[in-house]
């Protein structure tokens, strides 16, 4: 059967495992991404909170959009199990540099895939995966910016509602470019 399989998909085994693999960490993103929302919503960081409540949507976004492609590829997409999220942070702070690092780890693995699509000569999953080379420069840039924001206004006196009201407004500017 699993032969049979093979033969109804391009996908090459490593390629589809690691397809499934960035699907879990996505819906592991955007579980995390809703835990700092509520975290946020929780501790009075309103306008953080909706950023990442839309970061949360985003992931899931994402996540189905692999998903959808191993099944349109023949694959067999797996439906992800998340746990262990964590749900507390130390500090205000501590939140976007937890995001920071998932950004940074996300594309790590999305560089993972199009190595291995490149190895495969899989030129179909590489056209695929560029998408998503392309959305983390954006995702990394946002996720810089904001912990940048710690530093520039400072934590002190109102420095933290100051920055939950710049947290929404820190955007990628290769966006304006590429939306024209």
């Known amino acids: 059967m699993k032969d049979l399989m093979r033969l109804r998909t391009s996908l090459k085994e490593e390629l589809q495992f690691a397809l499934n693999a960035q699907v879990k960490m996505e819906a592991e993103s955007s579980s995390k991404y ?3 929302a509520a ?4 501790n009075g960081y309103s306008n953080s ?4 409540f839309t970061q949360a949507e985003e992931e899931r976004a994402h996540m189905l959009k692999i998903f959808k492609y191993i099944g ?3 694959g067999v997409a797996v439906t992800p199990e998340v746990t262990n999220i964590p749900q ?7 939140v976007f540099e937890t995001a920071l690092e998932q950004e940074i780890a996300v594309s790590q693995s999305i560089n993972r895939i199009v190595g291995i699509s490149r190895r495969n000569d899989d030129y179909a999953t590489e056209n695929f995966i560029q998408w ?3 959305e983390q420069i ?3 840039y946002i996720a810089r910016r904001q912990v940048e924001l710690f530093d520039v206004i400072g934590e002190e006196g109102i420095g933290r509602f100051t920055i939950d009201l710049e947290i929404p407004k820190v955007t990628y500017p290769g966006a304006a470019a590429e939306a024209e």
Not at 39 to 42: E, M
Not at 88 to 94: D, G, I, M, Q, V
């Open 72 to 74: 349109d590829m023949g």
């Open 39 to 42: 975290w946020c919503d929780r």
């Open 34 to 36: 809703l835990a700092m």
């Open 138 to 140: 954006e995702e990394e």
């Open 49 to 52: 909170a909706d950023f990442f």
């Open 88 to 94: 507390e942070y130390p500090t205000f702070r501590s």
């Open 132 to 134: 998503f080379v392309k």
